[in-house]
């Protein structure tokens, strides 16, 4: 029986408006501000301008209307990469496939990487022009001209899968998956069932709200996409949501309305998947797979094909990781980005201006400390939001489930001109201009609580009714018994914050004030300006950042899940 944390009715509805209304400032602020920009409100005097301008040139605007099929074609890269991150963290959790710990880490080094520097290396490779693979097979007799462009539908989708789509899908599933109990396909195989039988009686559906969660993160990634479609798609007509939002911000003169008119349209999408999958969660119910009982979480025996399939695995992650990024850090010792062949095409000289360069050092410092900021707060904030929502019995729950998704139907950019707006239009907020703390609300990915609730759901309520009878307070049994049980997703959730946060360029570059440069933004500046080998630079030794980063969270995350 699960029973839920009751607190008096009074004190019960004081903590459900006081957590809803303080969720809501950082959620609902923002969403309700681009809805007023989209009809273009403003008040001057006594009076208020109201418009449809924005709406009805969305809709008249053929290239707005083919900016958004293309994002939902685009999307199509999302069913496939659930498909092949649902196999992958099956077969590294559950089987332990030689090479497992190579391929987990791999998979979290390549979400981690900056996507920038790491799409200059499949341009490196792929470009129709100039790109090492399409030279290579163009000395075979029977081809004639490029057979690859990474300028297209095609290569957007290749890239996104190769770099992000199937990385962060397989983050967020393998803490789900690793907390199953062994037992329950134990028993499903002691009664005959087949292996097919098992995943879709057993472990697909109580993954399900772990799979839906990662699957809605990923359309909503797929959909507010920015960089990649912008430097690949752009240049041969390929306009997405994002991107379109971007020409129009840009326009002279920019068409603000039209741009938050689009945003908003996201909003609606999304609010309607949230609502989706609250309906779905609350027919389905919680699935406790730790109990008081006891857990068993070892993996299945191995069979003999999980060699043959760690062999490819591994050959996958070397073609879609360490080959484009091999030529990135070669092209960064280039004397001119690209030119392999020219003669005396190396130089160490790139590397030396930029770790001598000041405003290296300080980003580094700028990055590291906002990025542990964001992923220590987000953490804690994102555990306690998603103990509200499975545990908390307080008032306007369902509520408050409903608003933590909605900053991500704001992309990076939308996100980064509403909140610049709000501080330099608001006297209430205006004082937070130039410091920190708007970076941090920013950059606070809400979808840690979504990805903590599953977690929190999997964990039996009676280890807390335990503690509970045994005269722990709320703060002693959080702490020590429901923090410790989701350790490896509160690891997950802080390396996805951390990475996020490191990375971004998006969100803070409008925000961020001038003397404040991030590694990723330094990394922008010099790509700005022409000096692309140094942004290379940069964006290789932001790898190396976060994957010492990942190492040591991922080995964190492992010890305290054994000792629960």
């Given amino acids: 029986m699960s029973v839920s944390v009751s607190l008096p009715v009074d004190r019960r509805a004081l903590a459900g408006w006081a957590t809803i209304a303080l969720v809501a400032a950082l959620t609902v602020g923002p969403v309700a501000y681009v809805l007023l920009a989209s009809f273009d409100v403003s008040a001057i005097g006594s009076d208020f301008k109201f418009g449809l301008a924005g709406w009805t040139d969305m809709f008249a605007s053929t290239r707005t209307l083919r900016s958004i099929a293309y994002s939902f074609l685009l999307s ?36 981690v990487l900056p ?37 297209s539908a095609a290569g957007i989708i290749w890239v996104h899968l190769a770099l992000t789509t199937v990385p962060v899908m397989v983050i967020l599933l393998a803490p789900a998956m690793r907390q199953l109990d062994s037992a329950f396909e134990e028993a499903a195989d002691m009664s005959g069932a087949g292996l097919w039988l098992t995943l879709r009686t057993i472990t697909i559906p109580l993954l399900m709200p772990a799979i839906l969660t990662a699957f809605i993160a990923g359309l909503i990634r797929s959909l507010e996409a920015f960089e990649i479609e912008q430097i690949l ?18 326009n002279e003169p920019p ?22 999958y609250q309906v779905y969660l609350r027919r389905a119910g919680t699935r406790a797979t730790i109990t008081a009982r006891g857990v068993r979480l070892q993996a299945r025996i191995r069979p003999w094909w999980t060699y043959l399939i760690s062999v490819g ?9 360490f080959l484009p990024l091999f030529i990135l850090v070669l092209g960064s010792f280039n004397k001119l980005f690209g030119f392999f062949f020219m003669k005396d095409a190396w130089t160490p000289e790139h590397w030396i201006n930029v770790l001598s360069d000041d405003r290296f050092i300080r980003a580094v410092f700028t990055s590291i400390g906002l990025g542990l900021s964001v992923g220590i707060i987000g953490v804690l904030l994102f555990a306690l939001n998603a103990w509200l929502l499975v545990r908390g019995n307080i008032a306007g729950r369902g509520l408050l489930s409903m608003i933590v998704w909605l900053p991500l139907g704001i992309p990076g950019l939308v996100l980064g001109v509403t909140l610049l707006s709000m501080m330099l239009n608001m006297p209430l907020i205006s004082a937070l201009y130039g410091t920190i703390i708007p970076l941090i609300a920013a950059l606070i990915m809400p979808i840690g609580v979504q990805l903590l609730r599953g977690a929190v759901a999997q964990v039996s309520s009676e280890l807390e009714e335990a503690g509970t009878m045994s005269g722990g307070r709320f703060a002693y049994i959080f702490r020590k018994i429901t923090l410790p049980l989701i350790a490896p997703a509160l690891a997950s959730v802080f390396l996805l914050t951390f990475a996020g946060t490191i990375r971004d360029i998006s969100t803070i570059l409008l925000i961020a004030a001038p003397g404040t440069r991030t590694m990723s933004l330094l990394m922008f500046d010099f790509a700005s300006i022409g000096r692309f080998e140094s942004a290379t630079v940069v964006g290789v030794l932001i790898a190396l950042i976060c994957l010492v980063v990942t190492a040591i969270a991922t080995r964190v995350g492992e010890r305290l899940g054994i000792r629960r």
């Avoid at 963290?89 to 391929?103: D, K, T, Y």
């Fill in 76 to 111: 199509v890269r999302v069913p496939i990469a659930m498909t092949l991150a649902f196999v992958i963290a099956w077969l590294l959790i559950r089987l332990e496939i030689p090479g497992r710990r190579f391929i987990e880490l791999s998979l979290w080094f390549g979400f």
């Fill in 115 to 151: 996507s920038v520097p790491m799409m200059l290396g499949w341009i490196l490779l792929l470009d129709p022009n100039y790109g090492l693979v399409n030279l290579a097979l163009e000395k075979l007799p029977f081809i004639d001209g490029p057979v690859f462009s990474i300028y």
């Fill in 233 to 250: 798609g752009v240049p041969v007509g390929i306009f997405v949501y994002s991107t379109r939002i971007f020409d129009l911000v840009n």
């Fill in 255 to 276: 068409r603000f309305a039209q741009a938050m008119s689009l945003s908003f349209m996201f909003v609606v999408l999304l609010v309607a998947m949230a609502a989706l």
């Fill in 313 to 321: 695995l591994i050959g996958y992650i070397c073609i879609t990781i």
